[in-house]
């Protein structure tokens, strides 16, 4: 069974930094490719980020690119995002995905 289990979000000024996990479990982590996506209140689901099985190669939304940074440990079985110069946009529930599955989110809130 796959099981994909986010951390680390929180309460951040703007400008401030926050650095997400996700634990995965239930399949062959190193092989496959993952993604963060995101859900602002009241809005649909948000693409945020891409990584390849390796590492070597990801991919960034426009209002993220230069901002956050994806990355992975395969020994871990671990996808993070490192969140730089958060903006109250960035405001969201973030969930790792994998296939057409994801986990319960973590909240991240931007606010004075």
């Known amino acids: 069974e796959v099981r994909l289990v986010e951390s680390g979000g929180g309460l951040v000024q703007p400008g401030g930094s926050l650095r997400l996990s996700c634990a995965a479990s239930?399949?062959?982590?190193?092989?496959?490719?993952m993604s963060w996506v995101r859900q602002a209140p009241g809005k649909g689901l948000e693409w945020v980020s891409f990584?390849?099985?390796?590492?070597?190669?990801?991919s960034y939304a426009d209002s993220v690119k230069g901002r956050f940074t994806i990355s992975r440990d395969n020994a871990k079985n671990t996808l993070y995002l490192q969140m730089n110069g958060l903006k109250p946009e960035d405001t969201a529930v973030y969930y790792c995905?994998?296939?057409?599955?994801r986990g319960q989110g973590t909240q991240v809130t931007v606010s004075s």
């Open positions: 995905r994998f296939a057409n599955s």
């Open positions: 990584i390849n099985s390796g590492g070597g190669t990801t």
């Open positions: 239930g399949f062959t982590f190193s092989l496959y490719s």
